[in-house]
């Protein structure tokens, strides 16, 4: 990302562990779960564990135990210090010692190696989720002109998904066509599942050999991301014509789609988006395909991570605050015509939210 | 996130291989005294669960315990709807989704009555799961268990070996087909790259490319624009049903580098270890007249980790098993340029 807008995100890190009162903030991170390093030091971390040491005045240190990506990140010319440590554990934690008498905080904390805080000198760590959390979450405008950027590179990744599903192709064939797309484009990384069938598929999975065949429903999530920032878009093809049962079902989904999108705005609760969805569900007699049992979630925040907070779910009571960008899909089993997705990638603003994604709410036909 | 083929092959990987490896394993347990053993995954560090199961969450995290007898169980977060897909391409082990793994975990170790539990890279395990886990079964002890399962590890059985072939073969076909030297786009190179890996079956790629050997500098992410100096190269990490390889390639532009670059080329291609002989005896004996070695590494898996340095010319890395199949990482000076090439050394196959 560009100087400035990395400057930014320093400036509202460093402004968070002041306000916590924190001397150093340790962060961890890998491929999963690679978006604090991504935060804090501007490193996409794709092999091996990282541990950033960041101080609040901006200045860190990051000690990877994977040889290639320690020479990868030296050569990226990143502003903070750079350690190659095979024993990362052991090496952090000597550092923490050497730090001194110092306020720590480590996130995500549930995920900190068990031997740092453990051992013969056991470390004074407190959870750092009040200082990253939030920021995270809420992103600064040059954090949303890379979702943004991620948003229409959605669009265009599912333009060449609808180009390349047709009658015989094997499921991972379509992947390794967006794939390959993505890096003409320069997107390191795509969340991406997909399911192909009928009333059988009951969810999305990474592709399993099957053969694309007439009628059969192509359901889809494509989450590229752009300096790290992810966006998703959710779509359903049917190869052929779509049936009747198919396009009925498919405009509760759209219903319940746009629903919860009129609801979002600052100030609502996720809780509050996840009902709206949910409510056209019941009004069809399908409110059982809401529950755990046929879905996970009815959207969910998106950013440096993903699938990241808040989740929106009908037990969530997180309030949507300006900035946070979010998918709205109300993904589910129907019994009808099987699983089916739909859902638009927006940002949370005062008073309503703004559509990131510019493909076309169709159930769409591929021959 | 793995977003290629991901899909279970009785041929590839057999059951009894997978039975063969969880008794091995619990052969140590019982010499270690281990009630039950606990094994973390998740996309970095899946080795070990794919080891026992066959299976890779292709995101996520999840949890395998190995009681002292009967099916390994394997909990992880990812969703209820999930639990039939995995069981399909998971073929040791039952699959559990629960919110909450380790508190699963620990349930079942209380029920078990387990009081010496091992566990992989005790040290590197998540500290919530483990606090989780022994407050959940107190009186657990949770140790330390590297050794032991590399123990039950050691010697890539035939099953390991077959699937590390066709990663390797994967990831050399995707850069053998390349038209490399003429290329303009770095980018449009890397795609074409990783779709012929995909397309080959790959259920993970990742490509890095070093855009210009005539400079200092490692290889980069292809997540921005680079432009190509006289010579650059691949670099090509393929997931084949959990089990990685590298391959990578430097390519010149002008006819002098590529007549430098096929001789270093061809030299590596006859690498092999002597008997007795050192990686470092065998580098400076087939490279001997292309150029000066710079660097090299080994990798190997090891415990969670899919890929891991094991040798290197610093000696800085340790646990070689010249037996197994290995990548080696090698950068030549070669006419003034760097050269750098990756390829799997497989030893008696």
């Known amino acids: 990302m560009t100087t400035a807008a990395f400057a930014a995100r320093q400036g509202a890190l460093a402004e968070a562990m002041k306000r916590e009162g924190v001397d150093l903030l340790l962060l961890f991170g890998n491929n999963w779960h690679a978006d604090h390093l991504r935060y804090a030091v501007d490193f996409g971390i794709q092999e091996g564990q990282g541990i950033a040491l960041v101080h609040p005045d901006g200045s860190a240190s990051l000690l990877l135990d994977d040889p290639a990506e320690c020479e990868r990140a030296r050569s990226e010319g990143l502003s903070c210090d750079v350690v190659f440590a095979p024993a990362l554990v052991r090496e952090a934690k000597a550092r923490l010692g050497r730090s001194g008498n110092r306020t720590i905080a480590a996130a995500p904390f549930h995920l900190l190696p068990y031997g740092l805080l453990h051992g013969d000198s056991d470390l004074r760590v407190n959870d750092g989720a009040k200082i990253v959390e939030r920021l995270l979450m809420t992103k600064l405008e040059a954090e949303i002109a890379c979702v943004r950027r991620a948003a229409q590179l959605a669009d265009e990744g599912y333009a060449v998904f609808r180009a390349a599903a047709r009658p015989g192709r094997k499921d991972y064939e379509l992947i390794a066509e967006i794939e390959a797309f993505f890096r003409t484009k320069g997107v390191p990384e795509n969340f991406m599942i997909i399911g192909v069938g009928g009333q059988e598929v009951r969810g999305m999975a990474p ?4 053969i694309l065949k007439a009628g059969d429903m192509v359901t889809t999530e494509l989450t590229p991301c752009f300096e790290g920032y992810y966006a998703q878009i959710c779509r359903t093809l049917v190869v052929g014509e779509a049936n009747e049962a198919q396009k009925r079902a498919f405009n ?22 996840a009902k709206a969805e949910n409510d056209v569900f019941r009004k069809y007699g399908l409110g059982e395909y809401t529950t755990s049992e046929y879905t996970r979630v009815r959207g969910h925040g998106m950013g440096l991570f993903p699938d990241q907070k808040p989740q929106i779910l009908e037990d969530v009571e997180i309030p949507l605050q300006a900035g946070m960008t979010i998918i709205v899909h109300p993904n589910t089993y129907h019994p009808e015509v099987g699983y089916l997705v739909l859902g638009d990638s927006v940002i949370v603003r005062e008073g309503g939210c703004e559509n990131l994604c510019g493909t076309p709410r169709e159930l769409f036909s591929v021959q | 996130m793995r977003r290629g083929l991901m899909a279970w092959d009785a041929q590839e990987l057999p059951r009894a291989a997978l039975e063969d490896r969880l008794s091995r394993l619990r052969a140590r347990m019982g010499e270690e005294k281990l009630d039950a053993f606990i094994v973390y995954t998740n996309i970095a560090r899946g080795a070990g669960v794919c080891w026992l199961t066959g299976f890779t969450p292709y995101w996520n995290e999840g949890l395998v315990l190995v009681p002292a007898q009967g099916a390994p169980l394997f909990a992880t977060a990812l969703s209820k709807r999930v639990a039939e897909w995995i069981a399909s391409v998971m073929p040791q082990g039952e699959v559990v989704t629960t919110p909450k793994p380790p508190a699963l975990i620990a349930e079942q170790l209380a029920k078990s009555g387990a009081v010496r539990v091992g566990v992989l890279e005790l040290d590197g395990f998540p500290a919530g799961h483990a606090q989780t886990i022994l407050a959940g079964a107190p009186g657990v002890e949770l140790i330390d268990a590297t050794a032991a ?113 096929a001789q270093a080329e061809a030299a590596f291609a006859r690498l092999a270890l002597g008997p007795g002989e050192t990686l470092a005896g065998a580098l400076a004996r087939v490279f001997a007249g292309c150029g000066q070695v710079k660097d090299w590494s080994a990798e190997q898996p090891r415990g969670s980790y899919p890929l891991a340095a094991v040798a290197s010319a610093d000696g800085a890395a340790e646990g070689f098993d010249p037996a197994s199949p290995f990548v080696l990482n090698v950068e030549l000076e070669v006419a003034g340029l760097r050269w750098r090439a990756a390829r799997l050394l497989a030893p008696g196959g």
């Not at chain 2, 290889?219 to 393929?238: K, Q």
Request: aromatic share 8%.
């Open chain 1, 207 to 210: 592709p399993g050999g099957k």
């Open chain 1, 252 to 273: 509760v989904y759209l219903e319940a789609m746009v629903a919860g999108i009129a609801t979002t705005k600052a100030g609502v609760t996720a809780a509050s988006v």
């Open chain 2, 149 to 261: 399962f590399a123990a039950a590890r050691a010697g890539m059985d035939p099953a390991e070996r077959g699937l590390t072939l066709r990663a390797d073969a994967l990831a050399r076909e995707s850069l053998a087909s390349l038209a490399a030297e003429a290329a303009l786009d770095p980018l449009a190179l890397v795609a074409a790259c990783e779709q012929g890996a995909r397309l080959g079956g790959a259920e993970e790629c990742f490509i890095t490319l070093a855009p210009d050997l005539g400079k200092p500098g490692g290889f980069l992410r292809a997540d921005r624009p680079h432009a190509f100096g006289s010579a650059f190269a691949l670099r090509v990490s393929v997931a084949y049903k959990g089990v990685w390889s590298r391959s990578a390639r430097s390519f010149g532009k002008e006819p002098a580098a590529q007549a430098a670059f």
